[in-house]
């Protein structure tokens, strides 16, 4: 039995990255894992189901530098993010073969846990397991502590959301909307903007390559201004929004995803609006907001029972596809919450 | 008794400006106002006794902009901003001639105000009345409740302050060590890094003109970083700063005057740390918060009749030199807070 082992794809990262990622910077192959854990082990068997592709994963595929918030990969190691996974094999007392759990597990077939420190127990299967990638996951507290606690939103107030129909995007847009806000989205393919206006709910929404003029594109959608900005972007379209906040707005700082592959950042040019007007710019990440999570689950499963919110996904099957997926969140390939199908239950 | 006229010499914006401000910008005029209120006038005359230069200034000599949150000068008109006074005529029941109040008024010996909305009657008079124009006044406020209330301070934290000499700076720094906070200034003379280190109390402070390099020396100042910035200027230094912000570092933006001037403002680059740092940028303006006025004004007299808080001024004497002494503010030629002394009670 301890000699039976199991084919084992997995994704590694070739070398650090500069610029763009391409699928080349990322190597498939092949391997194999013991399918039992070795005696008195500690440890936790996953099968993979879901692998999740997020852009601050970009930033872990960077040399090191003293301000990364997570480390970055070892070159020639597997890649890590969140995933879905089954327990196989189990010397945790916390964890039984068959648990489906959530949280940090590696880009490959099965992966072994030495601590579930990263993985939570899932407690809903009544809904999709790829969920919890998205919505029940990572990007969903995100939006939901993003939205509801650094915007301090209000009733009746205007919320733009860049990168409107992303994994965290769509969810700002439809937490904002529930509170009675007027909110208008963007994205970069007529598909996206249609699915933000006739699927999400978003009053307005527009594709922000096809405007010439990013300032006068929110002076359309917002003629009076816009209180709250929830940045997925930066750059250009940052520049453009401190051109269009209200007094008093509320720029929360999710993502800058415009600007994760450049050398050379874009300037920011419209910094006198934060003191004309009286901003408060915040960045945020989700890890600092952890033990808001029960407080979020019970709060979006209800919301997702009730057909209050909706959820699109992008999922692509077999993890062989799962670096051209990573790597096309960064020229908007997806449609939706990025997801590598890498096995059924 | 109605025909007596008293001499009135003023000060006019010229034309609205563009770029940095000079003394041309402005005339001096001579007119006269009558020594007496007419019957029935709800007015009250005011003798003017000292004027106050304050960089926000700048903004309304420029052409308005929807942005502004101060009306723009009317070219030809007299300039307005904050002042002491003595009534020397009143129709308005709540003021006595004799009376001393400070708020806004005419650059000019003289001035009728219609509406005394903008002036409050001065309860303190064993200071030098100079001080309401500063540490008493707008500029004391400014720096109260941007440092206690915007930055979120606690004990022991790291505060950086730029224009730190300045009349807000040299406040800001003050109250930072009160709170027992370690605080490092920046100016751009030796005199004023003396002043920072000799008589206001800084922990450290460096000339900025003389860094090649403003990240090394904030570097070398905060070898851990900086928990409050509290911004004066803006560009490069802003740039330099957000390298070197702690997590959960805060950024109070209370002026931006190496941009006032600009017609092309610089860009600000390193955005990025404000998401990987989760910083706090909040913009503010002292009008939002007259309210605390009351609690301020006790908190300070206090510190100041226990010694506590010092107050460094730059007095020029006679009107003809308010237009000087303005315009010395943007290339730094003030050590402390400007004052023009027009006349003696």
Known sequence: MASEELSNKRILLKSYVTG???????????????????????????????????????SRMSKPVATSYRASYEPGSVIVGYGVSKVIDSGNPDFKVGDLV??????????????????????????????????????????????????????????YVSAASGAVGQLVGQFAKLLGCYVVGSAGSKEKVDLLKNKLGFDDAFNYKEEKDLDAALKRCFPDGIDIYFENVGGKMLDAVLLNMKVYGRIAVCGLISQYNLTQKEGIY??????????????????????????????????????KVTYVEDIVEGIEKAPLALVGLFTGQNVGKQVVLVAHE
Chains 1, 2 share one sequence.
């Open 20 to 58: 763009f990622p391409s699928e080349d910077d990322m190597i498939l192959t092949s391997a194999t894992v013991p399918a039992k854990l070795p005696p008195g082990s500690t440890a936790l068997l996953l099968k993979n189901l879901f692998l999740s592709c997020d852009p601050y994963m970009r």
């Open 102 to 159: 959530w949280g940090i597990t590696g880009w490959e077939e099965y992966t072994v846990v030495e601590s579930p420190q990263g993985l939570s127990k899932i407690k809903y299967t009544d809904i999709p397991l790829s969920y919890y990638t998205g919505i029940l996951g990572m990007p969903g507290l995100t939006a939901y502590v993003g939205f509801n606690h650094i915007c301090s939103p209000k009733t009746g107030e205007t919320v």
């Open 270 to 307: 419209n910094i006198m609006a934060i003191l004309q007007k009286r901003l408060r710019i915040q960045g945020f990440i989700e890890p600092d907001h952890k033990h808001l999570y029960p407080e979020f689950l019970e709060t979006i499963i209800g919301y997702i029972r009730e057909g």
